[in-house]
């Protein structure tokens, strides 16, 4: 049973759709508490509900949030609803029309209209994403129904589970105006030990990110990292199967094949594929002496000069992508790619330069020498 790995994987496990599962973690929950609490200050929640653990990074990523929402009005939609089923109890049932009319009465950025077709399809996006991860229950209808005709009725029932999707806070955030004051909420119960502050945030970096980098505002905990590697190395080798790499300027925990911990690096899709091929092409251009690798093992270029390798890397290995990406313009292939490397943290853009991350070179890809000599026909 990998119960560290499913409690950090997942937001929680709730009794009502896996019981099984729901009981084995409860069960074993005591081998992975101490670490949870002690080395990352994370809180665990056990009720009939769910199990939960508290999970917030050290810093916040590009790749943090919730993946289905892509416009700011849905997250604004499904705070509402947490707030609407504040008032519900467990295995209260209500009706589409009920939840609208609420939203229609508490937003007040704009006038919403369910006549018009876009606010609608926001809110079912929202909606199934809350019934996805157990927060509601479809009882009767469909929400497509909805999309069609902002008359039509669908019944739910509330979980009971949407008071534990928040972050319960010691503190009174009202007067909270940036992300950076939730922040330093975080560490206000434990400020008093500057050690245990560092310890947690240095674990948390280690497990929630894509890799730790030494630099004047971080020189303290990546001492931590260099001075404890061993001591690190061998508690979370018990736990779960990693390796930590601690490089002059990085940290790395790499995880074994069979390991899965929320998003990882390399995912199972043509996109990261196409990105494990760039950082090939980036170690060939360093090889070359065609790009070079700062002081700090970082890599500064000019968007143009980013913008070739990506070029390259459609050009020389385009045949062997999926259609999606075999027939994207370069424009569209830039940005996508882009994107997705600016999402992991793998780069970052100031003003018409591009910085590389260490990350990049700690994992390439390429495809067989046999692919390529038939012209990407894999015979």
């Known amino acids: 049973m990998r119960a560290l790995e499913i409690l950090l994987e997942r937001r929680w496990i709730l009794k009502s759709r896996e019981k099984e599962l729901y009981y084995q973690i409860k069960d074993e929950l005591g081998t992975v508490k101490k670490f949870l609490m002690e080395k990352l200050g994370y809180q665990v929640i056990v009720n009939p509900y769910l199990v939960k653990v508290e999970k917030m990074p050290a810093t916040p990523e590009n790749w943090m949030g919730i993946q289905e929402f892509t416009r700011k009005i849905e997250y604004i939609f499904f705070c509402m609803i947490l707030m609407f089923l504040e008032e519900k109890e467990a295995e209260e049932q209500f009706v589409l029309s009920e939840l609208t009319e609420y939203i229609q009465g508490q937003y007040r950025e704009e006038q919403i209209d369910w006549t018009i077709y876009q606010y609608r399809r926001h809110l079912i996006k929202v909606i199934k994403y809350c019934v996805n991860c157990g927060i509601l229950n479809l009882n009767d209808g469909s929400e497509e129904n909805f999309a069609r005709d902002d008359t039509s009725e669908v019944l739910y029932e509330n979980t009971g589970v949407s008071r ?51 630099s004047p505002e971080t020189e303290e905990d990546f001492a931590y990292v260099r001075n404890y590697r061993n001591m690190i190395q061998g508690e979370l080798s ?86 999606t990406y075999r027939e994207m313009t370069t424009g569209d292939f830039f940005e996508s790619v882009q994107r997705y ?39």
């Open 341 to 379: 490397m600016l999402e992991l943290g793998l780069i970052f853009l100031e003003k018409d330069i591009v910085r590389i991350r260490t990350a990049v070179g700690k994992i390439t890809g390429h495809y067989p020498k046999e692919f390529l000599e038939n012209g990407g026909r894999d015979e």
């Open 164 to 214: 534990y999707f928040m972050k319960n806070f010691t503190q009174d955030i009202m007067g909270y105006t940036t992300p950076e004051d939730f922040e330093k909420q975080e560490w206000i119960d434990v400020n008093e030990d500057r050690g245990i502050v560092r310890r947690q945030r240095v674990y948390r970096k280690l497990l929630m990110t894509m890799g730790m980098y030494k």
């Open 238 to 323: 018990e736990l779960f199967d990693c390796e930590l790499h601690v490089h002059r300027t990085s940290a790395f925990l790499i995880l074994g094949e069979d390991c899965r911990m929320g998003k990882c690096f390399p995912e199972e899709n043509t996109l990261s594929d196409i990105v494990l091929l760039i950082h090939g092409i980036i170690s060939n251009w360093i090889q070359q002496g065609r790009i070079e690798v700062t002081v700090d093992e970082t890599i500064e270029i000019p968007k143009e000069k980013f913008r070739e390798i990506l070029e390259e890397c459609k050009e020389r290995y385009g045949k062997g992508f999926i259609k």
